[in-house]
């Protein structure tokens, strides 16, 4: 499973700086839902080839008035989700009442955390953290985040409990689709996984769990095996009196990451949001396949309807190989359709492509287009093989290919989506030089 990490501290103690070292340039999600007030950033980073998600809690100070309200916000429903807990604190500023706070609030909440002691470039870290042992955290970790020092090996040591998911392909991995339904609030989604499950054609086998993350409802349909990653938590709701939030957006990330082809719902009465645009951000950067759902279309003005597929044509550019459906859950209008894209996507996302296929068309391509000259040579990409499925990852071996412009790349996923017929799902390219 994803592990999901989660920055706490007071202001400025550096949790920003230490997101954006995880996170990188990868576009970071801003929480701005409805009715979550404090802004959060979520993130995917990597360590190594392993992905993991970082929240950036922004508004927690632990000075505030009962940690008691603080304890009910948003914040710290992260918090909650959160795998592993990393409280920052200020090498410079030694320890606070704040930090003290917070550290006793993780302790009642009995989430185990650790224990980062920011900004010890230019100090010695035994003078730094010397002033930290009397919170009485066992895991301790001194870093300077905006140098990157001791960053890894902290991530390293954090995640190390943490089982790995294993990368097995072919059957065990790819045996059925694994289709999240993921949106924000009231956007249609719990009305369309009843919709998903309720069709004549669909036999449920399995009962619904008990967690707090997402339900994983195993079905199938005409014969072909389904498994729906459930974030609205629909069928929980009708047999446990447990409340479940509704929307978190960790559920959602964890849901996107553990799918093969995720349905992005979105509110036609809305049109397309910004919240949309960070949801599908996160659904290509996971590179899953990917349909997209505008819900609610019964009882949209033909006009409204014109202006809602040219937005998505002018702002989802960049999804362009995704399946669009106008569909209402709720009348179920659309749904059969919606399950002939997941299966394409699904398709399309798990193939196995070959090295001779794949080699001929990066022929054709460079044959077409040659790649420009670096410094007068000619870069040379010469062949081409597969190096992973959901999404399509093609391997392309050559000369010079660190110089590569992102045009000419683009260029060439193009020309393998085209040439494959691969539909809803991105393409990855990598570049090996072999000089
Ligand atoms: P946040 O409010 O906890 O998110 O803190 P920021 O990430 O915005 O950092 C607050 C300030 O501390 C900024 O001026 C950062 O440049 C600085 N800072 C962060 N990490 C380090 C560090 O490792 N060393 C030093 N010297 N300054 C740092
Ligand atoms: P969720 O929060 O994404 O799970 O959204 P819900 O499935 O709970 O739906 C939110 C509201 O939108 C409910 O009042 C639904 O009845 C309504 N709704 C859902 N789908 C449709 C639809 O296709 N058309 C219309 N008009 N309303 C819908």
Known sequence: MLPVIALVGRPNVGKSTLFNQLTRSRDALVADYAGLTRDRKYGEARLGSRPFIVIDTGGVSGDEDGI???????????????????????????????????????????????????????????????????LGVPSLFAIAASHGRGVRSMIEAVLGPFPEAEQADGEDRFGRTRVAVVGRPNVGKSTLVNRLLGEDRVVVYDQPGTTRDSIYIDYARDDKPYTLIDTAGVRRRKNVRETVEKFSIVKTLKAIDDANVVVLVMDGHEGIVEQDMHLLGHCIEAGRGLVLAVNKWDGI?????????SEL??????????????????????????????????QSATRK??????????????????????????????????????????????????????SYQRYLEKIFRRELDLVGTPVRIEFRTNE
Do not use: C
């Open 353 to 406: 492509l070959s090295t001779n296929a794949l080699t001929r068309i990066l022929e054709g391509a460079v044959y077409d287009h040659p790649p420009p000259l670096m410094n007068g040579r000619r870069i040379k990409l010469r062949y081409a093989h597969a190096g992973g499925q959901n999404p399509p990852l093609v391997v392309i071996h050559g000369n010079q290919t660190g110089k590569v412009p992102a």
């Open 313 to 346: 044509g002018r702002r989802l550019q960049f999804a362009d190989y995704a399946d669009s459906h106008f569909i209402s859950a709720l009348h179920g209008t659309g749904v059969g359709h919606l399950y002939k894209s997941i299966d394409a996507a699904y």
């Open 301 to 309: 003005e033909p006009d409204q309807r014109d202006w809602i597929k």
């Open 68 to 134: 008691d309200q603080a304890m009910a916000d948003q914040s710290m429903t992260a918090i909650e989700e959160a795998d592993a807990v990393l409280l920052m604190v200020d090498a410079r500023e030694g320890l606070n009442a704040g930090d003290e706070a917070l550290a006793q609030h993780l302790r009642q909440r009995g989430k185990p955390f650790h224990l980062i002691v920011n900004k010890v470039d230019g100090i010695s870290a035994d003078v730094a953290t010397g002033d930290f042992y009397s």
